[in-house]
């Protein structure tokens, strides 16, 4: 009886989801390509990042949120840029100002200071929220770095 009942929800599940068409066009937002390009470096448990966010359209956005994770905790107490808000114990999430067609949002500098000093470590940038619009190419707005204690600058 419950392998019926889970069936029938899936089912229903495809249905909805497969009747798109026409409707699923209706809730589609404007179109947007946001990119982010910026470097990070680890020094003695200070982890230093530093973006600028770009938008190559076709659609202006008034704003966007993008999120920063690492593979480390962070400490207690940080002293975040406007418009940035810890979201965690590893993350951060900034928002990135009026993103125009073809044009770049405000340059995001933070410097993080870990819980504890590390060897490395691992950086995460991506979107947490961009107003409703659709971005069909992540590539350019989801990266991975792997920043050594080192106080070399990692570029993404």
Sequence with gaps: MRRGAVRSVVVAGVLVLGAGGPARAAWAGPEADVAYHGRVALSEGQLRVWLVPENDGPAALPNATLR???SADLADRQNLAGGCARAG???VVCE???LPLHGRGRHIGLALELREPVAEVVVRVD???NGGATDRNH???EHVVLAL???DAYAF
């Design 127 to 129: 979107t947490w929220w």
């Design 149 to 151: 204690d080192t106080g």
């Design 96 to 98: 990135t100002g009026p």
């Design 139 to 141: 590539a350019n707005n």
């Design 89 to 91: 114990l590893r993350e």
């Design 68 to 70: 920063v994770r690492l």
